[in-house]
């Protein structure tokens, strides 16, 4: 009698262990699948805010070329500032490892040393010398533009590779989660 009841209890504490188990699998499956998201949402804003970069140089290129319209390119390039900054603070939201958190802190500086060139630079559009302008967009906006864009770069690769190692965390949760129910 003894026996069968130590049996039974054996086999329901072994069903109960694998059922947690499974379960425990189950919750970080989906934990992964988020992080999976997140990743990937982090560098599709990434790409975005590069591109938005390139798109404001375009247009602080117009508003210094000869026979465009300087009211509409600069008026372009200030709705391209307020998207780079907007972008950059939901990338700052996004953020989860501390590299990736200095990476975007230094874009920011740089896009604020690119926004107070372009105030610079319009001034002296302003004033008719555009060939001052020209100069500051061609020269000091290339290097900040640029500065910007591989900090934004080097955020995105920090970040990926902060959540590929919490996903391999993870991984190595579930592998101990199945060894016990085996």
């Known amino acids: ?26 919750l970080t499956e989906q934990r992964i699948g988020q992080e999976r998201e997140a990743a990937q949402a982090f560098t599709t804003l990434g790409w975005k805010l590069t591109v938005s970069l390139a798109d ?5 290129q117009a ?23 907007d972008d950059l603070g939901k990338l700052s939201r996004l953020s989860t490892a501390t590299g990736t958190i200095g990476a975007l802190e230094e874009a920011a500086a740089a896009i604020d040393d690119l926004t107070r060139m372009d105030a610079r630079a319009r001034d002296h559009s302003a004033a008719g010398q555009d060939l001052m302008a020209s100069d500051l967009i061609f020269t000091d906006g290339l290097e900040l533009a640029r500065n910007a864009a591989r900090h934004v770069d080097s955020a995105r690769s920090m970040e990926w590779v902060a959540r590929d190692r919490a996903t391999i965390a993870h991984r190595k949760s579930q592998g101990v989660a199945l060894a016990t129910a085996m």
């Open 1 to 26: 009698m003894w026996r069968v009841w130590l049996r039974a209890s054996l086999v329901i504490a072994m069903l109960g262990v694998a059922a947690a188990s499974g379960y425990h699998v189950f």
């Open 63 to 85: 508003y210094v070329a000869t026979g465009q319209d300087h009211g509409y390119w600069m008026d372009r390039a200030t709705q391209q500032l307020d998207a780079v900054n």
């Open 56 to 60: 404001l140089r375009a247009a602080q």
